[in-house]
């Protein structure tokens, strides 16, 4: 089976609270690393794997972030930009949300955080498995030593997922594999975003749909993602990643 992938969401509506002034009058996914914004290495990277039209969820500071996609469109003609406005900040879920009509009719589609770099052979890699393979909902998973930052991914090892718990507790995960920010879909997870309440933080959390999807029984499998990874969520994190990420070769 081969699942045609035209477009890609990509959530850039949150500030990056910890990161303090870097982020007073730019939002994360535009800060610069390796000579280009976060977001710009993504988007950069998907599009070499064929996906060329590219929907970007905006909030803090949105108009920064639909002035960049202006301006990466004009130097980019061979795709399509669409910025869509989160007029809420509701968290990850409320943001996917925004991103339906963008989505709509499609079979299946990539998606995930707009502020997080990755070892640029991760991507390809999981665009082929979310062509591929069989699946409800696709998601990208990386080691750390403890994931109570993110999502700790409990995995089975057929690499079906069979838990997320969002955000634990410094040391109390059991599993040292961590959400990595990037997922496939078809329109199914819709209709799990829409069955989401407000979590403690008072967001709606996309982990928290997912989960909904596992305790239905639906497949949600999980592919490895190898090498650099960062959330770049502390200033020291930013820093780290100006050091150890390479700028992205031109064509």
């Known amino acids: 089976m081969t699942v045609q992938i035209r477009k890609a969401v990509l959530l850039a509506a949150g500030r990056g609270a910890r990161l303090g002034e870097l982020t007073a009058k730019i939002p994360k996914p535009l800060l610069e690393i ?17 996906i060329r039209e590219f929907g970007i969820v905006a909030g803090y500071l949105a108009e920064r972030v639909e002035e960049w996609c202006r301006a990466h469109v004009a130097s980019n003609p061979h795709i399509m930009i669409t910025p869509i406005r989160q007029l809420e900040l509701s968290g990850t879920g409320g943001a996917m949300r925004a991103a339906q ?16 770099l990755m070892d640029r052979a991760n991507y390809p890699r999981f665009v082929e498995h979310a062509r591929h393979d069989e699946f409800d909902l696709l998601l990208a998973a990386n080691r750390v030593k403890d994931p109570f930052r993110g999502a700790a991914v409990y995995i089975a090892p ?54 909904l999807m596992i305790a239905d029984g639906l497949v ?26 390479k700028p ?3 064509r």
């Open 220 to 245: 949600v499998r999980a592919v490895e993602m190898r090498g650099f990874w960062s959330d770049i969520g502390t200033p020291a994190d930013v820093e780290a990643a100006r050091a150890l990420f």
């Open 34 to 50: 390796a000579g280009a914004p976060v977001i710009a290495h993504i988007v950069q990277v998907l599009e070499r794997t064929g």
């Open 101 to 116: 009509p963008f989505l709509a009719g499609e079979e299946r589609f990539v998606f995930g955080w707009g502020d997080i």
């Open 248 to 250: 992205m070769r031109t």
């Open 158 to 211: 057929d690499l079906r997922v069979e838990r997320l718990d969002e955000k634990p507790a410094a040391g109390t995960a059991k599993t040292d594999w961590n959400n990595a920010g990037l997922f496939s879909a078809g329109q199914c997870l819709f209709d799990y975003l829409k069955r989401l309440e407000r979590s403690e933080r008072g967001e709606y959390e996309l982990p928290l749909a997912i989960s």
